[in-house]
């Protein structure tokens, strides 16, 4: 048994996993809701995961991933007395956002039952109430 496998009992590896695998969506999700510099960016991202703080280094390649493929534009403001890189969605960022949400709207039904097979209860019991939807601004 290798280490990695070894690891597969331990939460700790699925929630990095899965910190990993959703970084573009929660970058797209918080950028879709205004521009953002880096810092603010892995502030937004952090309260999707568990209050955990992406790296600068699993946060900044990953901005320039996708400016460098017209997801996102970074153009530097003035922030406070820094400049910073503020990034901003494109159309082609918004339509990756989209599809994005449709593959996990797919998917987290199924998610949400494998979890109850596994005996985890109260994980996916969420109330929903009257939230503005960021990409269409409308209630929903």
């Known amino acids: 048994m290798t280490d990695a496998t070894a690891r597969m ?7 990095t996993l899965n910190r990993k695998s959703l970084l573009r969506f929660f970058l797209f999700s918080a950028l879709a809701e205004k521009p953002m510099h880096g810092y603010e960016l892995a502030d937004a991202v952090s309260t999707c995961s568990d209050g955990v703080r992406p790296t ?12 460098a493929n017209g997801y996102i534009v970074c153009r530097p403001e003035a922030v406070g007395e820094r400049r910073r890189n503020v990034c901003t969605l494109t159309e082609q960022g918004l ?7 449709e593959a996990w709207s797919w998917a987290l039904p199924k998610i949400e039952t494998a979890i109850h097979s596994a005996g985890v209860t109260g994980c996916c019991d969420v109330v929903q109430s009257s939230v503005t939807d960021p990409i269409t601004e409308v209630t929903i």
């Open 56 to 67: 600068d280094a699993m946060i900044y390649p990953t901005l320039k991933e996708l400016e």
């Open 95 to 101: 339509q990756a956002y989209r599809a994005a949400a």
């Open 9 to 15: 009992t331990e939460t700790a590896y699925w929630q």
